[in-house]
């Protein structure tokens, strides 16, 4: 009996899973935003693992103030936060995009929430071109 009720939640969130990745890529600027993401997101790792590579000391500048200077030294090995800071939204965000499944408004909520990670990305990136222009040049 309690086998029978666990394989029913299963099939019934595998259903509603399925439904929700076919409203997803089924609606054209979703698949435009993901891919954009994900480009994003890789160009963000391979700054990020080049700014790793070519510093020279042990210490790595990561944020400038106008006012008072450099006020965040960290390890080289903090650059990668940043990606995978921006990885966790893009993950986090599809979760819950699918996780509240197609509704009556699920292109709209869809849209809003690839925006935000596109936008999340592009902030990310700048975050990291700033970095680099900040130990390197």
Known sequence: MMYS???ERFYS??????AALGEFFVYWPNR???ALSLLLQAVSWFLSYYIF???????????????FGINW??????????????LNILVISLLVLFIFGPSKHFRFQSNVI??????????ILSALVLVYLMNFK
């Open 5 to 7: 009720k666990l394989y």
């Open 13 to 18: 969130w595998r259903t509603k899973a399925a």
């Open 32 to 34: 435009f935003y993901l």
């Open 53 to 67: 590579k070519n510093l020279t000391g042990t210490l790595l500048v990561l944020h400038y103030n106008v006012d």
């Open 73 to 86: 030294i960290g390890d080289p090995y903090n650059i990668f936060y940043f990606p995978l800071i921006s």
């Open 114 to 123: 690839m925006v935000s990670v596109l936008m999340s990305n592009l902030g």
